[in-house]
């Protein structure tokens, strides 16, 4: 029995071992590490297997690829960086992971504005901060972001920690139109209009809209969709609120992106541009459109229909790579007024 | 006569110790023990040594005094809650028979089965504005929202304190169970005899035997809500930890990111220290010859209902809600009749890395501080030392340390590979399942070091003594004697091992190999989009597949704890 048992145990040692032989990548395959969460972009890669018959082996984690892509080395397995957040984009490029991505098909569908000039990523999809109101207690239906801090929003106020990646990413895009020091002011006055500390995550928001707690929180755009159409237990939050798509006095509408990297040592950089290429094409963009209820990058693919309710998204134009430069800045000053705190 | 010694019990190794190969072997372990916990180190200060710049300035004035506070009184709160709960609960169920107590000594340890984070949303579904309580209450008052009334906020410290408590109590609960089975009744008896209250013998008696064992839980504990990420930002609890993770990610300074993981360590390394040194002049080894199994107090009238109600509270709120919840999530979802099949290949996964990982971290740990035992040598005292430090660091930054060293073993292993005429073998190491093995072990190695430590503390140096002078070499020793005295303690390590394995997540997440998911990276995919209630089955089924060893281990440790004992009175 013993020996069974052991025999048993050193069996499941190979298999776990061995079961990840699929790390030694096939001619037939593509390799992602990716940020976004593999149940979201899994029908994507199925799309993708079933047109290209490429197998496509996934990795995805909340943090730190860039530093086992550059660990790994020569040897790395991954071709493809899946990345959200401009901050994340650039840091990826920062930690020397990435080759230019040289395609003309991308080249003509991506705008200047998102993507790197030198190549070396290229934006797939577009998610906007924008202000989740009170259907019954609010009655503005436009907002700028400047109005965050004014003093009649007393109380009123939600949002989550001012070190989450898209409040950061949105208080670098404050800097870049404002100036560090206007900056601060603005988020002095956002603190004093907060109604609780900052904690939850997006749907929080509509959450305590809903149960009275503030008036207007910001969140991503996807999230009200997400609850309106695919969660019936937070639907009524979302029917409780209504979404503004703010704007900087001097600008647009604060988008962030998603984007995607060519590793440095891809090992099957053939399969690898093959998917980028299929990323920004009509299905996969459709697909980012009506599952995840992201603006597509592709001009002439249109949002969903629930999307398109908020509004024509007027995207501020000021360069995402001008505002990753801002972030750190952000983050001291989030420090700075006691944001969390 | 039996004694209790004066001195540290494991200061002395009476005679010459017959050197045979066994003595360096469990050296070896040791050794292996310190270094694989030191290599993730190592990379953390070659990160550390990165340029900064003015980074500190700020960190000194804007962020360090807040973090450290909110930290320090989170963790002087958990430390209070899992010290009441876990010890009392523990001593209650070893030292009394009251109704249900065989089913709440296993229940109790339950707690640990899910993941603290998802526990967070559970208890913001249930208690917040929108929820069940305050809606009913709502409801029965007329109120219309939720400004109308004042309701306690899970979302904050307080919240956070009570929430990391009713989870992590068992990691005491455990510790202390396993010492309270083996505590003779040497003292307690006579103290009984002489009129002592039962409140007067754990005053001044269970509890301070109990000491190691309690510390080393409440370390446990304590060390698990530092590196918790999840449950601490959704609360809104801005801790270090969350601090070093906002550095490295929004201020885009690793290196500022490792030096803070560096700083926190050393407060971690100093404060064990600081605890050891409080007891470092006690002795706590029961003698050789009063082994005795303590017969329980059997309890009556009132007094057996409010132990009955004192250790199910804890089952209740640390486990039977949650685990509830997701049950009625999994009901309503109808997760089981949509069954997604791949789920019980990630289950297969989990439990296979679980056990291997288990199996590895307890021989390591066990013989690292056996061959302490033996033999104090410095280079293994130091390596015992280290060995524990895994633990005291945040999973993903454990994770980062630990790439650069397992690419350089790769590495050496394909230049090897090329010397002798072979292709590239890729990484071996680093891009397999073995990554995630040894983040395991180097994780939990200090779980099995405490536990083996506060049980060998507890076996006296007689028995060592006697066994020695028959002739018995530190294999037969170990065999004979340590492993089977120090089973409640071995049995005990292995569960929170195992159940920790299972739903290890930040660690697991960066290291795994393509295509490879465990529950608990199954479960975290929900979660991150914020639906988390998709992932009930996946977390239901850790709790399923930590139910079973935890049953058969606490009752399996009764057994062999009367049986060793009974054999041994």
């Known amino acids: 029995m013993k020996t069974v048992r052991a025999l048993a145990r050193g069996a499941l040692v190979v298999n776990a071992i061995v079961g990840a032989g699929s790390a030694f990548a096939q001619s037939g395959d593509v390799n992602v590490y990716t940020y976004r969460e593999s149940k979201l972009i899994q029908p994507l890669f199925d799309a993708f297997s079933r047109d290209t018959g490429i197998k496509v082996n996934v990795i995805s984690a909340s943090s730190g690829l860039e530093q086992r892509i550059k660990a790994e080395g020569a040897n790395s397995p991954a071709d493809v960086l899946l990345t959200v957040d401009i901050g994340r984009i650039e840091d990826a490029v920062r930690a020397g992971i990435t080759q230019p991505i040289k395609s003309d098909v991308l080249d003509k569908i991506v705008a200047p504005q998102y993507r790197d000039p030198e190549g070396h990523w290229y934006g797939i999809s577009m998610r906007a901060r924008v202000v989740y109101a ?208 | 006569m039996p004694i209790l010694r004066a001195g540290p019990s494991m200061d002395r190794w009476p005679a010459r110790f017959h050197l045979r190969w066994q003595a360096p072997a469990f050296g070896a372990m040791a050794v292996t023990a310190g270094l694989a916990a030191i290599a993730p180190l190592a990379s953390l200060i070659v990160l550390a040594l990165g340029e900064t710049g003015d980074l500190w300035t700020h960190l000194a004035r804007y962020v360090i005094p807040a973090a450290l506070a909110r930290t320090a009184l989170l963790l002087a709160g958990v430390a209070v809650v899992t010290i009441v709960i876990g010890s009392s609960a523990a001593w209650l169920v070893t030292t009394f028979a009251f109704p249900g107590r065989d089913a709440l000594s296993w229940l109790l340890p339950l707690p640990l089965a899910i ?63 396993a010492m309270f089975q083996t505590q003779g009744p040497l003292f307690t008896e006579p103290a009984r005899m002489l009129g002592a209250r039962p409140w007067e013998l754990v005053r001044r008696i269970t509890l301070p035997l109990a000491r190691p064992a309690i510390s080393v839980g409440v370390s446990l504990a304590l060390l698990e809500t530092l590196n918790d990420i999840g449950a601490s930002e959704y609360l809104g609890v801005h801790t270090l930890t969350l601090s070093i993770f906002t550095t490295w990610l929004n201020r885009g300074s690793l290196a500022g990111a490792a030096q803070m993981a560096c700083l926190m360590l050393l407060i971690v390394i100093a404060l064990i220290a600081l605890e050891r040194r409080g007891r470092r002049r006690r002795g706590f080894a029961v003698s050789a010859t009063d082994l005795r199994r303590l017969s329980p107090i059997t309890l009556t009238g009132p007094a057996r209902w409010i132990a009955l109600i004192g250790c199910f509270v804890p089952v209740v709120l640390g486990f039977l809600l949650p685990a509830g919840y997701l049950l009625y999530e999994v009901m309503v979802r109808g997760l089981l009749v949509g069954f997604d099949v791949s789920l019980a290949r990630y289950a297969l996964t989990t439990v296979a890395l679980a056990s291997i990982a288990t199996a590895v971290t307890l021989a390591l740990g066990f013989s690292a501080v056996a061959a302490l035992r033996y033999e104090k040598h410095p280079v293994i005292a130091t390596s015992v030392n280290v060995a524990g430090v895994g633990y005291a660091v945040p999973g993903t930054v454990l994770a980062l340390g630990l790439l650069s060293p397992l690419v350089l073993v790769d590495e050496g292993i394909n230049a090897l590979a090329q010397a002798f005429g072979a292709k590239g073998v890729g990484l071996v190491l680093a891009g397999s399942s073995a990554a995630l093995i040894i983040a395991y072990v180097i994780r939990f190695l200090a779980i099995a070091i405490g536990f083996a430590q506060a049980g060998f503390s507890r076996i006296s140096i007689d028995l060592d003594d006697v066994a020695r002078l028959l002739g018995a070499g530190p294999g037969t020793l170990a065999r004979t004697i340590h492993l089977p005295l120090a089973q409640p303690a071995i049995f005990g390590a292995a569960l929170l091992i195992f159940v920790d394995c299972l739903k290890e997540l930040p660690a697991t997440l960066l290291l795994r190999p393509l295509n490879v998911e465990t529950l608990a990276t199954y479960i975290y995919q929900f979660a991150t989009r914020g639906s988390f209630e998709q992932g009930s089955l996946a977390a239901l089924i850790i709790v399923a597949v930590g139910i079973l060893p935890i049953i058969r281990i606490t009752r399996y440790a009764d057994i062999a704890t009367r049986l060793t004992l009974d054999a041994r009175s």
């Open chain 1, 134 to 341: 009170s259907k019954d207690r609010v009655n503005e239906t436009a907002l700028n972001y400047e109005d965050l801090s004014d003093p009649k929003w007393k109380g009123k106020i939600c949002i989550r920690s001012g070190q989450y990646i898209y409040n950061n990413a949105l208080f670098a895009a404050f800097i870049a139109h404002h100036g560090e020091a206007k900056t601060e002011e603005w988020l002095s006055g956002l603190k004093a209009n907060l109604a609780q500390k900052p904690s939850g995550g997006d749907r929080e928001v509509a959450r305590d809209i809903a149960a009275g707690k503030c008036d207007i929180g910001v969140a991503n755009t996807y999230y009200w969709a997400l609850m309106l159409n695919n969660e019936p237990d937070r639907k009524a939050w979302a029917q409780a609120t209504k979404v503004i798509l703010p704007s900087f006095q001097n600008g647009g509408t604060h988008v962030n992106l998603s984007a995607v990297v060519l590793a440095r040592y891809a090992p099957n950089k053939g399969n690898a541009m093959k998917l980028v290429e299929w990323l920004v094409g009509e299905e996969a963009q459709h697909m980012y459109a009506d599952l995840n209820y992201e603006y597509p990058v592709r001009p002439g693919v249109a949002v969903n229909s629930i999307i398109a309710g908020y509004g024509k998204l007027n995207a501020d134009t000021i360069p995402l790579s001008k505002i990753a430069d801002h972030k750190k800045a952000a983050a001291n000053l989030v420090d700075k007024v006691g944001f969390d705190n």
């Open chain 2, 115 to 177: 993941p603290t984070y998802i526990v967070a949303y559970v208890y913001v579904d249930i208690l917040d504005a929108l929820g069940p309580v305050q809606s009913a209450l709502r409801a029965v008052f007329g109120w219309h929202s939720a400004a109308d009334y004042w309701f306690p906020n899970v979302r904050s410290l307080a919240g956070a304190i009570l929430l990391f408590g009713f989870v992590l109590y068992p990691y005491v609960y455990l510790a202390a169970r």
